[in-house]
């Protein structure tokens, strides 16, 4: 399609496992970004990708979180050691070079047991 | 801290009636401000757009206000539809460097009776 697709649309895992999170921004946009999301929350920002690097990571919450753009395109969201508190959507969304409207994919829905 | 709110966490309007969704900010350095529509199940979905330098802006449906002088900010949707049930929420960026991360406030919640 020509959104944004995340993958996978829901992830249960367990306290303690690695879990990583695929964001495949709609394609031409340089701008990537990560957000998470708990029930009845606004998005809160994780981090900002322009092109291949990561312009704003203030958002990641620890060093349990880490987020690569090897090509500029494709972006995955790790997390290790899961924790209880990770239980959220987490949600991508890309835009344009010069372009401040964000497009968001349906999130992927994490359930940490 | 900065921040983004909203007045009212829910809204219920009968179908055909114009809608007014309120947010309050805090931040005078923002800049831009957006809201955004999110259905149940979906991420959320631009619907208009302001810069700090105007007090109006209309789209399709909607018109948002900006009150720089009490940091208000609002999305008035005419002839409400059934399709427009949905959380809506106001974000704020503010023009930091290459900060271009948003701030949101904690959505209302728009019922549309038919």
């Known amino acids: 399609g020509a959104g944004v697709s995340q993958t996978p649309s829901n992830k249960v895992t367990e306290k303690g496992k690695y879990v990583e999170l695929r964001c495949d921004p709609i394609?031409?946009?340089?701008?990537l970004y990560w957000y998470r999301q708990s029930l009845g929350q606004g998005p809160e920002f994780l981090i900002y990708?322009?092109?291949?690097?990561?312009?704003?990571d203030s958002g990641l919450p620890n060093d349990r979180f880490f987020a690569v753009r090897p090509e500029g395109s494709v972006s995955t969201l790790k997390i290790q050691r899961t924790e209880r508190g990770d239980s959220a959507v987490y949600l991508c969304?890309?835009?344009?070079?010069?372009?401040?409207?964000?497009?968001f994919g349906e999130g992927s829905r994490l359930t940490v047991l | 801290g900065e921040s983004v709110g909203l007045h009212l966490p829910t809204l219920s309007v009968q179908e055909g009636d114009n809608s007014i969704i309120n947010c309050a900010y805090s931040n005078s350095a923002s800049d831009y401000f957006i809201w955004y529509k999110q259905e149940s199940g979906k991420g959320p979905q631009f619907i208009i757009d302001?810069?700090?330098n105007m007090d109006k802006r209309q789209g399709q449906r909607v018109t948002v206000l900006l009150n720089k002088t009490v940091k208000h900010l609002s999305l008035q949707i005419a002839a409400t539809q059934p399709g427009d049930s949905a959380v809506y929420f106001c974000?704020?960026?503010?023009?930091?460097?290459?900060?271009?991360?948003?701030?949101w406030g904690l959505g209302t919640s728009l019922a549309v009776n038919p």
């Open positions: 302001i810069r700090s």
């Open positions: 969304a890309s835009s344009a070079l010069q372009g401040r409207e964000l497009f």
């Open positions: 394609s031409g946009h340089t701008a």
């Open positions: 974000a704020e960026e503010s023009n930091a460097g290459n900060n271009r991360k948003l701030i």
């Open positions: 990708f322009q092109g291949t690097g990561a312009a704003d």
